[in-house]
């Protein structure tokens, strides 16, 4: 069976720090793969996805970056966070969309 | 952006009674896809409907599309307080869309009192 994994389940930065967030898909090969994020009480955004290793869209400017350095892993980073970076990060995957998608547990995100 | 808005925000009803939620879109979709989420947590799927499909059962949900005025409505019979989460819809658009992206709406807030 697949099974997705995302860690640390919370975080707290300094401003200015930096960071890296990891997602990795166990049980399938070639999924597409997403991160959204979520402001608190809110609908989800998303910010990026990856249809294939090394292939990244994404659909907000920002100050975050995705990478995919091997087909089930999905890195989001960034240089220099900033307050508003601050929320609950999901990383989900499908094979297309024929299929729901499937979530990771979330990284609560602070950055003071 | 967002791709639905849901309505009502919030719905507090009893144990055993029916919850309904509604979900509004604006452009063209392949599927609608509901999901729940606890709070705190990742989401979970529930059900996913086509865009040729008018009407879906899941267990004690029960999902409903009109394309023609670009809604759905998300039916849980017999509440019980574990289904106390928010409700999310979702579209994958009709077009020849890059990504298979997933658009969601703000949510549904439900509270199933014991």
């Known amino acids: 069976s697949q099974t997705i994994h995302q860690w640390p389940a919370t975080l707290v930065q300094p401003v200015g720090s930096p960071l890296s967030l990891e997602c990795t898909v166990e049980?399938?090969?070639?999924?597409?793969l997403y991160w959204y994020r979520q402001a608190a009480g809110r609908g989800l955004q998303l910010l990026f996805y990856?249809?294939?290793?090394?292939?990244i869209s994404s659909e907000v400017p920002q100050n975050l970056s995705a990478s995919r350095p091997q087909d089930r892993q999905f890195i989001l980073s960034s240089k220099k966070l900033l307050l508003s970076d601050s929320g609950f990060y999901l990383c989900?995957?499908?094979?297309?969309?024929?299929?729901?998608?499937?979530f990771g547990s979330g990284t609560r995100l602070t950055v003071v | 952006s967002q791709q639905g808005e849901e309505d009502p925000q919030a719905l507090s009803i009893q144990e055993g009674e029916n919850a309904t939620m509604n979900c509004s879109y604006k452009?063209?979709?392949?599927?609608l896809q509901w999901y729940r989420q606890n709070s705190g947590r990742g989401l979970v799927h529930l059900i996913l409907?086509?865009?040729?499909?008018r009407e879906k059962h899941s267990g004690r949900l029960r999902v409903t599309l009109d394309t023609s005025k670009k809604s759905s409505s998300l039916l849980i019979t017999a509440s019980r307080a574990a289904d106390t989460a928010s409700y999310f819809c979702?579209?994958?658009?009709?077009?020849?869309?890059?990504?298979?992206?997933?658009?969601f709406g703000g949510g549904t807030r439900v509270l199933v009192k014991p």
């Open positions: 989900a995957w499908t094979w297309d969309k024929s299929y729901g998608y499937t």
């Open positions: 049980g399938t090969s070639n999924p597409n």
């Open positions: 990856s249809v294939g290793i090394g292939q």
């Open positions: 452009t063209s979709i392949n599927n």
């Open positions: 409907i086509r865009s040729n499909e």
């Open positions: 979702a579209t994958v658009a009709g077009i020849k869309a890059a990504g298979n992206k997933l658009t």
